[in-house]
């Protein structure tokens, strides 16, 4: 044999069968660092319609973790295949460089601005702090393969963006969206500040329950308004139930609430020895006096909650009456269907206090404790003090039962402590004012929303959601620059004009040019009359604001943004914020569609948590199995749900691109000595099955390209996987071995094959490309002929067809050629694990078949045996089938194996009769014969 051994096309390339991704995956970013790939690519899109896809910037804190680079990796995989469709589509990075992240990891270093370190220099070591996180995520995102404009990320502590925050926020007060009020918002006594929607999470809390009572100063009033259902002696004291998880909000009661649709029954009974006349909600009456363990009950009168309006009740400990209001949020699920009021710590309180004129005073401080002089709780911490509360209600006797619950709480996102609603004086963007509610629902109406869900979920949360609380009581971040009148607390007049002279001034010398400002510098004479403020703007308000601050300031971007894209927590905040701001500003959203990915989870479906131990980082997996595996890990999973990831899914992953790698490798190795500019076979004279396989992947291409247009990579992963082990690996690179080894070099029947694998790999690299971008790039420079410095630069392949009449036998009539070959290979394998055979060349078959069957096989003449990888193949009508054909899979199919009894061709491994019957290659069959000393075999369909 080893005289033959050179008359083979046996494959060569240097292309590597083990990828090192981790050790070549660097080398390659430092090949697209000395391209100045990015940049050139924008040069090359300059004539290109525009896709841009506006990045979010995540907080600058702290190492990347898993949802990063799942954020990330989608965005570029997606402004790659943008690009490959002939889109000019830039990628600028950015980042949320102010807030409240930033200044906790500065504080645990150098204490509290103005305690332990000034002001100034707190928020000095803020920027530093920001600036050095940048740098790390950065290089930590471009190591995940991102193509972007890392040297000219956005920051928001830019001073130019810092000014053009302000000068955002001067136009939505001019347009009459901004407004001050003294309201409850969401505080955190850890931070010191309010919170936004998004910065708020829920999680279970055990809270007392009580229920405390509220005398009515007039029972005879009360009864007066009541349908009497008995006759009976009535008490000279008659009480309205309350039941709170707050007791320390009830200082600051100043209503009680019911509803006025329900029914309420005052009724007499005994609570622990004690006679009372109570009046609670008809429908809460059962859970309620089995709550307080009330006997002897007897019904007085009943009442709808209307006519309770304006009733007089006694404030349990405080020296005030306070009225009965009606409130529509009065539900009957718990409690007695009488709601306490304190317009200072909750949002339908303080609705139902504007409607009623009540007052939203309150004692508690930023810190969460209540002011020293406070009655009762003075100096207290707002949960510490439930305790007094609860005290002084038994003194004097207006507790009626006291218990725990455990419910869903607000807490802060960063802290993890409860929060509480705080009256405090903020700054809002107005929901109602000018309508923008309104014209922020009917914007949501024209995007395209992927998920489809994603729609309905942010328009309820937008129909339902408060003014936006617009400002902080914090240090580092872009300062609110107004001006208050000193008697009357009213703007400045030429307000407008004051935030674009400190914007003027910020977009010079950063925000420090405001908290420095002496207020005569832009007020002139009229500064001895007002105060400046010291609020700083809601972070979310300068991420909502890079529509204003990139997208329009940026030459190589546009407004709206194409798409914008983020985990599906975005909804309630960087969606909405930066919907609200663009449409307060412009009118319109700033984006034409928006795509939301879930969360990582463990395999029990669990969040990643230090404290369960289960957080896989990004950075090991680059470190052990490469980016490219965490690329197609991320591609090939449905990232509208929660996206499962363990150590086993990695190395399932890793099988998968090792197939793919595989596939590649044998096209690149059996290309060896094809030169396409002269070797390249008209489509016209293409063998049968090299036609199919070309025009295979041409409708394979349409498939990937309209999956990567909807996004959806994992449909893309699938389909590439399919066809490189399937109908590449299972079916048409395990046929064309034979051909492509065997026949002459520059033959007909080689070049044929050669064309198609050359056309399927150029197509498939392509393919790859957005997701596998490294594996790409490295298959790019073994592939034969002349081609640019990087698949980056290309667009898709448009050398696929679909088969000529001359040559094509039917992507139907080989799909039927493949499930009959289906069918033969399990009796071969049957055959095989018997020990009647070692390998398929082992074999002679014989197909029992109706006459349909025989001539479509027939098509194939003696070619049929290359197909079914047999050294003969031979169609018999199924009537003269022996008892040892078997059935297959294939209705009107039998197929009977046996043994070839003829000798094995040394070159070819063929069993032929034809083997040494040639006296000078005797170890040769005929047609090895042909291919090494004569013309060369002719294949015509495989």
Request: glycine residues 6%; charged residues 25%.
């Amino acid at each position: 044999m080893t005289e033959y051994k050179d008359t083979l096309n046996l494959p060569q390339t240097d292309f590597p069968m083990k990828a090192n991704l981790a050790e070549r995956e660097p080398q390659m970013l430092a090949y697209w660092q000395q391209l100045g790939l990015y940049q050139r690519l924008r040069e090359l899109g300059k004539n290109k319609p525009k896709f841009v896809l506006h990045d979010g910037p995540p907080y600058a804190n702290g190492d990347i973790h898993l949802g990063h680079a799942v954020d990330k990796i989608i965005k570029d995989i997606i402004t790659k295949s943008k690009t490959l469709s002939g889109f000019d589509a830039p990628y600028v990075p950015g980042w949320d460089c102010h807030g409240l992240p930033i200044e906790l990891n500065v504080e645990r270093k150098l204490g509290k601005a103005g305690l332990h370190i000034p002001a100034k220099d707190f928020r000095l070591a803020c920027r530093a702090y920001a600036t050095e996180q940048v740098a790390i995520q950065s290089e930590s995102f471009q190591r995940l393969g991102v193509i972007g404009d890392w040297q000219h990320p956005y920051l928001t502590m830019d001073p130019k963006f810092e000014a053009n925050v302000i000068r955002t926020l001067g136009k939505i007060f001019a347009n009459g969206h901004v407004h001050r009020g003294y309201k409850p918002v969401h505080w955190c006594t850890e931070c010191g500040s309010a919170l936004a929607e998004a910065e708020v999470e829920y999680a279970d809390k055990e809270s007392p329950a009580i229920d405390v009572i509220f005398k009515v100063l007039d029972p005879k009033e009360l009864l007066s308004r009541c349908d009497i259902l008995a006759q009976a002696h009535v008490a000279h004291e008659m009480d309205v139930v309350i039941w709170t998880t707050t007791p320390w909000t009830l200082p600051a009661n100043q209503a009680v609430a019911v509803h006025p649709d329900l029914e309420y029954v005052v009724f007499s009974c005994n609570v622990d020895q004690r006679f009372c006349t109570l009046l609670v909600a008809e429908a809460l009456q059962e859970s309620f006096t089995n709550r307080v363990n009330a006997t002897d009950i007897r019904q007085i009168a009943r009442v709808k909650g209307n006519k309770l309006e304006g009733l007089q009740l006694q404030h349990p400990f405080c020296h005030r009456s306070v009225p009965i209001v009606l409130g529509m949020h009065v539900t009957t699920d718990t409690g007695t269907g009488c709601v306490h009021i304190a317009p200072a710590h909750g949002q339908e309180d303080y609705e139902i206090g504007l409607k009623y004129h009540l007052s939203v005073d309150h004692d508690v401080m930023a810190n969460g404790h209540f002011k020293p002089e406070a009655p009762i709780v003075g100096g207290m911490y707002v949960f510490d003090a439930n305790r007094a509360i609860i005290e002084i209600l038994t003194i004097q006797n207006n507790l009626l039962h006291a218990g725990h619950l455990v419910h869903s709480y607000p807490i802060c996102w960063r802290h993890k402590k409860p929060l509480i609603f705080r009256g405090t004086p903020q700054w809002f963007v107005s929901m109602e004012k000018q309508h923008l509610r309104e014209k922020a629902l009917a914007e949501i109406n024209k995007v395209k929303w992927m998920p489809e869900w994603g729609q309905a979920r942010i328009y309820d949360m937008v129909a339902k959601r408060p003014d936006w609380c617009i400002s902080r009581q914090r240090n580092w971040g872009v300062p609110i620059p107004f001006f208050i009148q000193k008697d009357t607390g009213e703007l400045h007049p030429n307000s407008t004009e004051v935030l674009e002279k400190v914007a003027q001034l910020v977009e010079k010398d950063g925000i420090e040019a405001w908290f420095q400002l002496e207020p005569k510098t832009v007020l002139g004479s009229d500064a001895v009359d007002y105060d400046k403020l010291n609020d700083t703007l809601d972070v979310w308000f300068d991420s909502g604001a890079t529509y204003a601050c990139v997208l329009q300031q940026r030459h190589d971007l546009q407004f709206p943004a194409d798409l914008y894209s983020e985990g599906s927590d975005q909804y309630r905040g960087w969606f909405q914020t930066s919907l609200l701001s663009s449409v307060a500003v412009t009118g319109h959203a700033p984006y034409k569609q928006v795509l939301t990915h879930g969360f990582t989870v463990d395999a029990q479906g669990r969040k990643m948590s230090k404290s369960l131990g289960n957080v896989i980082a990004p950075e090991k997996v680059v470190k052990t199995l490469g980016a490219d595996i965490l690329r197609l890990w991320v591609a090939s999973t449905d990232y509208r749900s929660e996206m499962t990831v363990s150590d086993e899914i990695f190395k399932r992953t890793s099988d998968v691109y090792r197939r793919i790698r595989n596939t590649v490798r044998f096209l690149l190795a059996n290309l060896a000595g094809f030169n396409p500019a002269t070797d390249l076979v008209d489509a016209e004279k293409l063998l049968s099955l090299d036609a199919w396989a070309v025009e295979k992947a041409y409708h394979l291409q349409q498939e990937i390209r309209h999956d990567y247009d909807e996004y959806q990579f994992h449909l893309v992963t699938q389909k590439i996987h399919n066809f490189c082990s399937i109908d590449m690996g299972s079916f048409y690179l395990d046929i064309i071995k034979d051909r492509q080894y065997t026949t002459k070099n520059n033959s007909i029947a080689r070049r044929s094959a050669q064309t198609a694998m050359y056309h399927i790999a150029q197509a498939l690299v392509r393919w790859l490309a957005p997701i596998l971008s490294f594996t790409a790039e490295e298959i790019w420079r073994y592939l034969p002929g002349q081609h640019s410095e990087s698949i980056f630069f290309e667009s898709w392949y448009e050398g696929l067809f679909i088969a000529p009449d001359s040559v094509n036998m039917g992507q139907a009539f080989w799909h039927e050629i493949i499930c009959i070959r289906d069918a033969v290979n399990k009796q071969l394998e049957i055959a095989r694990n018997a020990g009647k055979i070692g390998s398929g060349l082992e074999a002679e078959v014989k197909l029992y078949c109706g006459r349909g069957m025989i001539d479509l096989l027939s098509k194939l003449k003696d070619e049929l045996r290359f197909v079914l990888i047999t050294s003969s193949a031979e169609l018999i009508l199924a009537d003269n089938a022996p008892a040892g054909a078997e059935a297959t899979d294939v209705p009107g199919l039998w197929v009977q194996v046996t043994p070839s009894p003829n000798t094995k061709c040394a070159r070819c491994w063929h069993r032929r009769d034809s083997v040494g019957k040639d006296a000078k290659h005797p170890e040769l069959c005929s047609r090895c014969i042909e291919n090494v000393d004569g013309k060369g075999e002719h294949r015509h369909f495989a």
